[in-house]
Structure formats: C-alpha cells, structure tokens
T-cell receptor, first 109, second 117 residues
Framework: QKEVEQNSGPLSVPEGAIASLNCTYS??????FFWYRQYSGKSPELIMS????GDKEDGRFTAQLNKASQYVSLLIRDSQPSDSATYLC?????????FGAGTQVVVTP | EPEVTQTPSHQVTQMGQEVILRCVPI?????FYWYRQILGQKVEFLVS????????KSEIFDDQFSVERPDGSNFTLKIRSTKLEDSAMYFC???????????????FGAGTRLSVL
C-alpha cells in the first residue's frame, strides 16, 4: 500500500513566524509532488508543485524535495492568520493523486 | 481565471436512490478525476477519465459508481444505489495532462456535499 504520511497537528505558529510542515511518501517512483491548502469545508487549493530535488520558492512559501529520503516539506514564512488551514501533501502516481491526511496549522495573533 | 465548477453544492438523498453529481472541467483540460473526502478523513482518489474512457479507478469505485462525459463540457459521477457510507464531499478535478511539469497539476472544484439519509 503506497502511503503519504503527515503529522496531523495542530501546529500552532505565532503570527509572523515560520511554519514548517513535513511529508514522507513510500512510492520511490513518484515524480510529482504538491502542497494543497484546504480550509474547513472547502476544496483543496494548490499552493506549490515541485518536481526536482532541492528548494522551490513562491512568495512566502518554500517547498523542499528530497527524493532519496522520500521527503517533501513546506515552509510558510511570515505566517498570517489567513494561513490557518489544513495543508495537504499530495503525490502523483500514474496520474492519480495520493493525499496525506493533512497537517492543521493554526496561526495565533 | 478558469475554474472547475460542480453542481449541486449540496445533495440530500435517501438510501438506495440514484444520484448524479455534475462537473464542468477547465475547458482546455483533457484529464478528469473524481475524489471523495469523508468528514474528518483524507481525500481519496475514485477514478480518472481520459478520451472518453476510465484510465484508472480505485477499489472504492465499484459497480455502484459510473462516470460519463455526456457532452463536450460536462463530466458526471453517478451513484446507482446510495448507501449511508457514501455520505462525503465529492470533488471533481481536471488537468491538462498526466506527465510533465505543471501539465499534471490537478485543479479542484468546490465540491458537492452528498448526504445520504
């Protein structure tokens, strides 16, 4: 069974601080990795995609990928109350996305 | 900005009834998907669809489920005889492709909340 694992949280982060989210996956053949944000009762919204080892930055978000360790992470800099949501790690395997259970982030003023 | 649209936003049905959930994918996308999310659980893949055929389906997608692209814009999920355990959010997604950077990004609709009583 191919798995995507995340810490469920909640991860409490003071406003302005850095939130660090981690994800591990079991399918060594995976090539595409995504972070989605999901507000309660809403649909997943794409935050970042990453395909190569290393870092990818987009605004306040940085995704990091290490295929050898089968590890993906997301950093959220200067966290804002609007960043309070569940962050879903997703791995693309043959076209379908396999999701982790998500990490709930709570940004406290 | 192009988006995936789903209707209805909320569907209430009696156990054993048939339901059809509707989706309009992004217009230049070729691959379509259905996922579901039971309350408090992870998002689960149901089925992918390309060129008027199912590409892949999960073990959840049994004979009670079917998908169809009845015209050039709509993509539907039918549940023939709903069960209590079918109560969930159902998300439609679409992508331009399945391989290659950015082409395989899946964009999600707002979802249909299905409540089976």
């Amino acid at each position: 069974q191919k798995e995507v694992e995340q810490n469920s949280g909640p991860l409490s982060v003071p406003e302005g601080a850095i939130a660090s989210l981690n994800c591990t996956y079991s399918d060594r053949g995976s090539q595409s990795f995504f972070w989605y944000r999901q507000y309660s009762g809403k649909s997943p919204e794409l935050i970042m995609s990453i395909y190569s080892n290393g870092d990818k930055e987009d605004g306040r978000f940085t995704a990091q990928l290490n295929k050898a360790s089968q590890y993906v992470s997301l950093l959220i800099r200067d966290s804002q109350p609007s960043d309070s949501a569940t962050y879903l790690c997703a791995v693309n395997g043959r076209g379908k996305l396999q999701f982790g259970a998500g990490t709930q982030v709570v940004v406290t003023p | 900005e192009p988006e995936v649209t789903q209707t209805p936003s909320h569907q209430v049905t009696q156990m054993g009834q048939e339901v059809i959930l509707r989706c309009v994918p992004i217009s230049n996308h070729l691959y379509f998907y259905w996922y579901r999310q039971i309350l408090g659980q992870k998002v689960e893949f149901l089925v992918s669809f390309y060129n008027n055929e199912i590409s892949e389906k999960s073990e959840i997608f049994d004979d009670q489920f079917s998908v169809e692209r009845p015209d050039g814009s709509n993509f539907t999920l039918k549940i023939r005889s709903t069960k209590l355990e079918d109560s969930a959010m159902y998300f439609c997604a679409s992508s331009m492709g399945t391989g290659g950077r950015n082409k395989n990004i899946q964009y999600f609709g707002a979802g249909t909340r299905l409540s089976v009583l």
